[in-house]
């Protein structure tokens, strides 16, 4: 009996102590000193869970990769904040009336990290250097509408870029062979920055990278960190004001936490779920943190070629018994409903706009009209067979596809929930006749509405394997409206183009639109400058620090921290 | 005896073969697309294409495979530039040349990144077995000593703890309590200079370490309990020598034995790297680098770990039957 009595308590305990230890209170934000204006200096550090593959513009194409790019490659033409094309390297750039040619004046004195010249010809030696057939560049077909591309980079007939142009020291003209209203848009990405001249005119993959923006690479340790220093001759005067940047790759989203308010890390932005809750519950941290929304959509992709999504009205039915609302509950904290393809950053934000809604009846009534009829009551009819639906191990598709699978059932389609690895569900999704339904989504590659319709509706995107229009939906109608729309140059024209892009998709329904990710970061408040771009994700190339001399260390003793568990 | 150990040598090259075959075909059937890994999942199709080809992936398997085994061993100069395309991601000594290729991902001779990764992973994996075998020797000689007793309940029922609890557990309460809250130790990492490696072991060393001591626990005890009783202790007793020097000199040497089984094994399994301990304490190991390879489904990558990780489990093995012949006769015959 004593034996027993001990034992319970022990266990008590242990329970106590593991309770006490974990349901720790959040730490206090660090102080700032109060400075009104930027001043140079400090060290900023950042971490991630990932890691960062390869730091050559030509051939990185992952966003936190391009986090550090934007910050070590500097190009002609840059995004605002808003996503708008202005000027970079270049002091200004125009546009021929009919849409074929675009003309870059380079600054004048500009420098690349390691000391040689900008020039005109160096900016056109990186643009060929980055669509050489010989790179591995994973958007070169951005390009395709560059004068002499093809023949350039797919027949392999021409040494050079007919369409690239040095019309004299400072001045890059590009030729294309149909108008482009994305071109300047695609043009500002990083891809095609000018890299130094050691990077010569091929990708090498030992070569060091070297460009021309504000930061240059100071070290990278491959899988662990990377710095960056400020650039000295960085054009614009007094900027950057950070000495350096520090980035930490392959850290645990709680050990970035742990450090963050230890002050070791000064911006967090990847929290787990519990922890932005916390951040945003506690009026200490609420006014330090902040959503980025890079445009993104997400929802539910239906193969048009396979049964029962062949069928029109089994598509609508989809699209209308989401109830989005419902859905957006799986993570409150990161997901804003979308009803429509376009969103409200690139154009999506008319208010008539005929949308996918939630509404239950009407998708009762689609099935009835495909054929399958669904009686609620009984949960008799609907389509007979279960359709399988994967998956990948990820937080928001784990329980996401639960929601999907329970709202379907309510008008007789039964889903096969199947978890497989993040590669085999993208092998799987984007080849033909293997899947019907699946989650899918899409993030924006560079700010234009003809990114989101092009590649994953358009027919000529269709392919038997790595088909990137994953519903194999084909209309006739919207492809000729989404070439025509790519070549007008009249903004307005062009809305209303996508406007009406957007109601095909949206009725014909291969994919139900349903949320679109927004990430929440948090900074400590010495942290001063952070800007949220629509294109750029974690921007900290204008940071400064405003850090007190010396910040008190926050290490507590061991009986301090004993005493602690017992309060 | 050489003849044994040469027999054991040559099956042990024929498991890495067979599981490096194996590897390779899995890897190849499974239904992925490594180009579109490489290329990111909005990369247009022709883009796709075009890397598929630069990788070599648009060929047959049989063809990948054939090609895969004349390069991984090769003879070649004893001396080339590290850009030279036919030899340029091989590692040599003198003419020998391995050539593991180029990771997809990462675009750098694996042999390369197998060299920077191979020796953390050996210096975690010594100091986790050292760390378990201290331990799980204390703790079992005394639950043995102890027998029976609130002591032996304790340490017993610790170890079932230790044992029953996943490394991930382990790993965060430790990092919890002894880095972040009272900030004795790193967080994580690994360091740039060799007493901050030190340092930056001691975490990820203990949660292995306590994990593997659990059961090494439970081994040293039951194994002396069972010792204590054989005619040479008991008589060592009735001589009237001290209790501790019955225990640790008589007892306990005959207790070990069969721990220089787990411990070799151990070691061997710890080379292949300690994936959810690497990865939690951000130790750039083989482990860490064999999880990333294979959700990128970076196959180069996956075939260098697992050639170096069957390679250590065999080579432990091999030490072991080798250390047995050694310390006992009686397998030699």
């Known amino acids: 009996m004593r034996s027993i009595r001990r034992k319970t308590e022990l266990l008590l305990l242990s329970s106590a102590l593991l309770l006490f230890g974990c349901s720790e209170a959040t730490a206090p934000p660090l102080p700032a000193s109060g400075n009104a204006s930027a001043s140079r200096g400090g060290e900023l550090h950042l971490a991630s869970f990932a890691d960062i593959k390869s730091l050559d513009p030509a051939v990185a194409a992952d966003t936190l990769t391009g986090e550090i790019i934007e910050l070590l490659f500097a190009g002609l033409v840059d995004f605002d904040d808003q996503g708008h094309v202005v000027p970079d390297l270049a002091e200004r750039f125009e546009r021929s009336d009919d849409g074929l040619v675009y003309r870059f004046f380079l600054r004048e004195g500009l420098k690349f990290h390691d000391g040689s010249p900008i020039t005109a010809k160096e900016c056109a030696r990186s643009i060929e250097r980055a669509l050489h057939p010989d790179t591995p560049s994973s958007f070169a077909q951005f390009y395709d509408h560059l004068d002499g591309f093809e023949e350039f980079n797919v027949k392999k007939t021409e040494d050079h870029i007919r369409g690239v142009v040095v019309e004299g020291e400072r001045v890059l003209a590009i030729h294309l062979r149909e108008a482009d209203a994305a071109f300047l848009s695609i043009f500002a990405m990083q891809g095609v920055r000018p890299v130094c001249p050691s990077a ?274 084909s209309n006739p109608k919207l492809d000729d409206l989404l070439v025509r729309a790519r070549r007008e140059l009249d903004p307005a024209v062009r809305k209303k183009m996508y406007d009406e892009a957007d109601t095909i998709v949206c009725d014909e329904a291969p994919w139900a639109m349903e949320y679109q990710y927004k990430y929440y970061g948090v900074h400590q408040p010495y942290v001063k400058g952070l800007r949220w771009s629509t294109v750029w994700p974690n921007f900290v190339r204008d940071v400064w620090l405003d850090k007190p001399r010396k910040v008190a260390s926050r290490r507590p003793s061991v009986l301090g921290w004993m005493l602690g568990l017992l309060k | 005896m050489i003849k044994r150990a040469l027999r054991r040598l040559a099956w042990a090259l024929l498991v890495v073969w067979a599981t490096t075959t194996v590897t390779f075909f899995i890897n190849n059937v499974l239904p992925s697309d490594p180009a579109r890994m490489v290329a990111g999942p909005q990369a247009r199709p022709k883009d796709v294409e075009r890397v598929r080809q630069q990788l070599g992936l648009d060929r047959p398997v049989l063809e990948q495979y054939a090609r895969f085994m004349r390069r991984l061993v090769h003879f070649g100069p004893s001396t080339f530039d590290k850009k030279d395309p036919e030899h340029g991601s091989c590692a040599n000594v003198w003419r020998v040349h391995i050539d593991l290729g180029k990771s997809y991902q990462q675009r750098r001779p694996v042999t390369t990144i197998l060299g920077e990764r191979l020796p953390r992973t050996v210096m975690l994996a010594i100091a986790a077995v050292l760390v378990q075998t201290l331990l799980g020797v204390i703790t079992g000689l005394i639950a043995a000593v102890k027998r029976n007793t609130a002591v032996d309940t304790a340490t017993v029922g610790a170890s079932l703890v230790g044992i029953s609890a996943p490394t991930f557990l382990i790993g965060l309460a430790l990092q919890f309590v002894l880095a972040h809250r009272l900030r004795l130790l790193p967080l994580d990492g690994f360091g740039d200079t060799t007493a901050e490696h030190l340092v930056c072991i001691v975490l990820p060393a203990l949660t292995l370490g306590i994990y593997g001591a659990a059961y090494y626990t439970r081994v040293v005890r039951d194994e002396l309990i069972g010792a204590v009783k054989l005619d040479h202790v008991r008589t060592a007793r009735a001589k009237g020598l001290p209790m501790w020097r019955v225990w640790i000199r008589h007892a306990l040497r005959n207790a070990l034995v069969p721990l220089v089984t787990l411990i070799g094994l151990d070691l061997g399994a710890l080379v292949g790297g300690a994936i959810v301990t690497e990865t939690l304490f951000r130790w750039p190991g083989l482990g860490a680098l064999s999880v990333s390879a294979l959700l990128d489904r970076d196959g180069p990558v996956i075939m260098g770990t697992v050639i170096v990780s069957s390679a250590a489990i065999v080579l432990a093995n091999l030490v072991v039957d080798v250390s047995y012949a050694v310390l006992d006769p009686r397998v030699r015959r």
């Open chain 1, 200 to 473: 010569g005119d091929k990708y090498d993959d030992t070569w060091q990278p070297c460009g021309a923006g504000p930061f240059k690479l100071d070290s990278w340790d491959r899988g662990r960190s990377a710095r960056v220093v400020r650039f000295d001759g960085w054009r614009e005067p007094g900027k950057p004001y950070l000495d350096a940047i520090t980035y930490t790759y392959g850290m645990g989203l709680v050990t970035q936490r742990f450090k963050f308010e230890q002050g070791d890390l000064d911006i967090d932005r990847e929290l787990l779920l519990a922890d932005t809750f916390r951040y945003q519950s506690d009026t200490r941290w609420k006014p330090l943190g902040a959503y980025d929304i890079i445009p993104s959509i997400g929802g539910e992709e239906m193969n048009v070629e396979m049964p029962p999504f062949d069928n029109v009205e089994v598509r609508r039915a989809v699209a209308a018994a989401i109830d989005r609302e419902q859905f957006r509950l799986v993570k409150t904290s990161a997901l804003v409903t979308l009803e429509r393809v376009l969103v409200p950053e690139l154009g999506g934000d008319d208010p008539t706009f005929k949308k996918q809604k939630y509404d239950y009846a009407a998708a009762l009534e689609h099935m009835k009209r495909a054929g399958f009829p669904y009686d609620p009551k009984t949960g008799a009819g609907g389509w007979p067979k279960p359709i399988v639906y994967p998956i990948y191990k990820q937080g928001l598709y784990e329980s996401s596809a639960q929601v999907i699978q329970q709202q379907l059932a309510k008008i007789g389609l039964r889903l096969e929930l199947k978890v497989v690895s993040y590669p085999t569900y993208l092998a799987m999704t984007k080849r033909r006749a293997t899947v019907a339904l699946s989650p899918a989504g899409w993030s924006q590659d560079f700010p234009d509405p003809s990114d989101f319709f092009d590649p994953i509706f358009a027919s000529n995107q269709i392919n038997d394997e790595d088909s990137n229009n994953g519903a194999f939906y």
